[in-house]
């Protein structure tokens, strides 16, 4: 695990990497040998929400040969109507992505 920090914030000993198991799940994290007190990433803790069901409709990019490709939650693609052979259109904003579906059945090519 890359360092993010040295130090621990309440008692200034060096951290050293740790794995602890929350709930179940094995984290990643940085731990101070003196007073126990842990650090996570950002990433160790949205890994921790989604395998305790807390973050659903979070995925992950993943590839596949040359493709960066990402699963859709059955939840959305039920929800709007989306099936094998539609499209998704992708348009670039200051804060993500957003995707419109279209059916197959709109789009003649």
Do not use: H, W
């Amino acid at each position: 695990m890359k360092k993010f920090i040295q130090t621990c914030y309440k008692c200034e000993a060096k951290v050293k990497a740790a794995t602890v198991n929350k709930e179940g799940v094995r984290l990643r994290c940085l731990r101070c040998p003196k007073c126990g007190e842990e650090y996570f990433t950002s990433s160790e803790l949205i890994k921790y929400d989604i395998l305790k069901g807390k973050r659903s409709l979070v995925r992950k990019f993943g590839q596949l040969g040359d493709s960066v490709i990402m699963r859709v939650p059955q939840k959305i693609l039920k929800d709007l109507g989306v099936k094998p052979g539609d499209y998704g259109v992708f348009e670039e904003r200051k804060d993500g992505i957003f995707i419109k579906t279209y059916s197959a059945k709109e789009i003649r090519i």
